[in-house]
């Protein structure tokens, strides 16, 4: 019998049999050294209760045989791939307890492979994406080589195509700084170093970065805001995260169109808000914006990464902050930034 192979239930079995001989050779005895004769009823009695001893005994280890015997055929069948193989567990005791365990145990092995198999899945698309964005400028920069190594090209022509090289390297360098930036601080590998800033002090500095482009598309950068309004955090991460902000507001308006950065301390925090009146954003894109390479087929903007939103929101989230946006077609699009002060909570 199965029940047999365990060497534990062997001695078992065995020192039950050597109780019950014992106690029977034990009283024997006593009814020989007390009265000179045996008892045959007794003998009869001891072993009617040691076979029912081992027999309850034998039936108790067989129930458990077959009970583990459907569990390591369970075990097994979620090793071979059946993923919503689980061992039968609602009795109580020890062993159920372990079954319990068991199931658990494949519940997080199943969350795991998930969630590799959504990593792999987010590489693959991320490797393809990366292809694409950097397709387009290299391409470009091929046939701008091509052209410039024409011997009867004017110099005016070479200067030109050097130029639009110039700027589809600077489209590559930027995709490249622009994953890394975002790939590192997904790693955590970046730690914030974070002292009180001026938030005024910040947007001056934002807006004095576009100042020239503001001026090459006849924009405006209206800022408003107090003086007094700071608080803690990563000034150079922060910034480049409200330059991205600022940048995508340039790259969806026209001439003439005004970007507004206003800023003021809340009871429980700051609030930064990017409005522009330019074309809004479409509601079916108003869900995937952060989204990594989400480019839109109803967007005007033809040189971005697909980066710069997703960025931003990484850092901000970093900082403990939120970000929200609001748009409509034609009107313009807003994007409000909160950064809660525990201080003050």
């Known amino acids: 019998m199965k029940i047999f192979a365990n060497k534990e239930n062997k001695k078992l079995f065995l020192a039950v049999s050597v ?3 014992a106690s029977l050779l034990l009283t024997q005895g006593f009814l020989w050294l007390c009265y000179q004769r045996f008892s045959l009823f007794l003998l009869l009695v001891f072993v009617l209760a040691g076979g029912a001893i081992l027999a309850a005994c034998c039936f108790y280890f067989k129930k458990q045989n ?9 075990i097994n069948a979620y090793l071979d791939g059946n993923r919503n193989a689980r061992i039968e567990c609602d009795d109580e005791g020890e062993l159920y307890r ?3 365990s068991v199931n658990s145990l494949a519940a997080v092995l199943n969350a795991h492979a998930d969630n590799e198999l959504r ?13 694409h964005q950097l397709k387009t400028p290299l391409a470009a920069l091929n046939i701008y080589n091509g052209l410039i190594q024409d011997d009867d090209m004017e110099l005016s ?37 974070k002292s009180t800033e001026n938030v005024a002090d910040m947007m001056r500095d934002i807006e004095l970065h576009f100042a020239y482009r503001a001026r090459q598309e006849k924009k405006e950068i209206i800022l408003s805001g107090s003086d007094h309004v700071s608080f803690s955090c990563d000034r150079d991460w ?26 003021k301390a809340l009871p429980s925090g700051v609030q930064i808000v990017v409005k522009d009146n330019g074309c809004g954003i479409h509601p079916e894109d108003i869900h995937h914006i952060f989204k990594r390479f989400y480019r839109s087929r109803f967007s005007i903007d033809i040189q971005g ?24 077609l034609g009107r313009g699009t807003s994007f409000t930034i909160n950064f809660l002060i525990p201080t003050k909570l």
């Not at 022509?157 to 700027?167: C, G, I, N, W």
């Not at 922060?238 to 800023?263: C, P, Q, Y």
């Open 19 to 21: 109780i019950c001989v």
């Open 119 to 131: 990593e792999k899945e987010f590489l693959k698309n991320t490797i393809s994406d990366i292809f």
């Open 157 to 193: 022509m070479v200067k030109e195509f050097a130029d639009l090289s110039e700027q589809e390297l600077d489209r590559i360098e930027t995709l490249v700084q622009n994953l890394l930036k975002i790939t590192r601080l997904d790693a955590g590998a970046i730690v914030l170093e």
């Open 98 to 100: 372990l079954f319990h």
């Open 238 to 263: 922060l910034s480049e995260a409200i330059d991205n902000i600022v940048k995508n507001a340039f790259d969806h308006t026209e001439s003439g169109a005004a970007i507004r950065i206003a800023w």
């Open 66 to 74: 077959q009970i583990m015997e459907q569990a390591v055929s369970q």
């Open 305 to 328: 990464s697909g980066l710069g939103l997703p960025l931003a929101k990484t850092v901000i989230e970093a900082h403990g902050g939120a970000i929200e946006v609001d748009s409509e």
